[in-house]
């Protein structure tokens, strides 16, 4: 059974760090790449950042690019997002997702298992 469970959210002010962990079992961590979304209220859930199967690839929405850094820790099965000079825009719930299909990509029907969510909330 697949699991994926994201932590690390919270409340934060403008301009602050948080660092998100999404924790992977019942699959070979190394067959799939995966991937960052968030979603707010009454909006689609959207793509923030992505890292291929072997961690060499990396991709990133426009709007968090030098802000934010996706990672992957094979040894604890474990995938991160660094994010940085936060802002009230980056107040959503963010998801991991998992798939063995394409690389880095930024549309949700490539990834098969997606976690529980998280929610991040900035202040102003």
């Known amino acids: 059974q697949v699991q994926l469970v994201e932590s690390g959210g919270g409340l934060v002010q403008a301009g602050g760090s948080l660092r998100l962990s999404c924790a992977a079992s019942?699959?070979?961590?190394?067959?799939?790449?995966m991937g960052w979304f968030r979603q707010v209220p009454g909006k689609e859930r959207e793509f923030v950042a992505a890292?291929?199967?072997?961690?060499?690839?990396?991709r990133y929405t426009d709007a968090v690019k030098g802000r934010f850094t996706v990672s992957r820790d094979f040894a604890k099965s474990t995938m991160y997002l660094q994010m940085t000079s936060l802002k009230p825009e980056d107040t959503a719930v963010y998801f991991c997702?998992?798939?063995?299909?394409?690389?880095?990509?930024?549309?949700?029907?490539?990834?098969?298992?997606w976690g529980q969510g998280t929610q991040v909330t900035v202040s102003s």
């Open positions: 019942g699959r070979t961590f190394s067959d799939d790449n």
């Open positions: 997702a998992a798939g063995s299909r394409g690389t880095t990509e930024i549309e949700r029907h490539w990834y098969d298992y």
């Open positions: 890292i291929s199967r072997s961690g060499f690839v990396t």
